[in-house]
T-cell receptor, first 113, second 114 residues
């Protein structure tokens, strides 16, 4: 099973500033990569995913993530955050052919006006 | 929300009592999962199911058992609850049969063991 490291547990950021959330995983075997978001007192929602093809993937609400195989990373970025982006973000990885997900510990993003 | 409900949504119980959490789905997905969420640990897999009566252990299965007698229901049982099992429990389904299909999560159950 993969080991997933999210390097920052808390990220405070001002509204309209950029944010980057870092995610590294342990093995360079073929993987599927996911970012989930959890708003307060809710379940997790899929934000975006990488399965194959272009290494840059985007979500409908302005987030993007880049898959870097050599560095075993899948960092999440947004060029300009809103108050409504305040949430906890989880990186998740599965090996191809594995039906289980391994999650990172999560990064709490707090957006301030 | 992929038609996933969890019950109860909140429960307070005492050490040593049995507890059963229920996950119900309405879309006949084959794969179902139980996770626990704890600060600093993210989500950790407890058990999962790949069909009726077909289940397997996850990374934190000790003290938990599961059952799946119908496609739509996946039950998680704590035979004798301990304070270390105080957590938020999430059920998830896999939307499809391929390993690249994403998981969708229920709203969670907050369990407190006193």
């Amino acid at each position: 099973a993969q080991s997933v490291t999210q390097l920052d547990s808390q990220v405070p950021v001002f509204e309209e500033a950029p944010v980057e959330l870092r995610c590294n995983y342990s093995s360079s075997v073929s993987v599927y990569l996911f970012w989930y978001v959890q708003y307060p007192n809710q379940g997790l929602q899929l934000l975006l995913k990488y399965l194959s093809g272009s290494t840059l993937v985007e979500s409908i609400n302005g987030f993007e993530a880049e898959f870097n195989k050599s560095q075993t990373s899948f960092h999440l970025r947004k060029p300009s955050v809103h108050i409504s982006d305040t949430a906890e973000y989880f990186c998740a990885v599965s090996d191809q052919g594995d039906y289980k997900l391994s999650f990172g510990a999560g990064t709490t993003v707090t957006v301030r006006a | 929300d992929a038609g996933i409900t969890q019950s109860p949504r909140h429960k307070v119980t005492e050490t040593g009592t049995p507890v059963t959490l229920r996950c119900h789905q309405t879309e006949n997905h084959r794969y179902m999962y139980w996770y626990r969420q704890d600060p600093g640990h993210g989500l950790r897999l407890i058990h999962y199911s790949y069909g009726v009566k077909d289940t397997d252990k996850g990374e934190v299965s000790d003290g938990y058992s599961v059952s799946r007698s119908k496609t739509e229901d996946f039950l998680l049982t704590l035979e004798s609850a301990t304070s270390s099992q105080t957590s938020v429990y999430f059920c998830a389904i896999r939307a499809g049969l391929a390993s690249y299909n994403e998981q969708f999560f229920g709203p969670g159950t907050r369990l407190t063991v006193l």
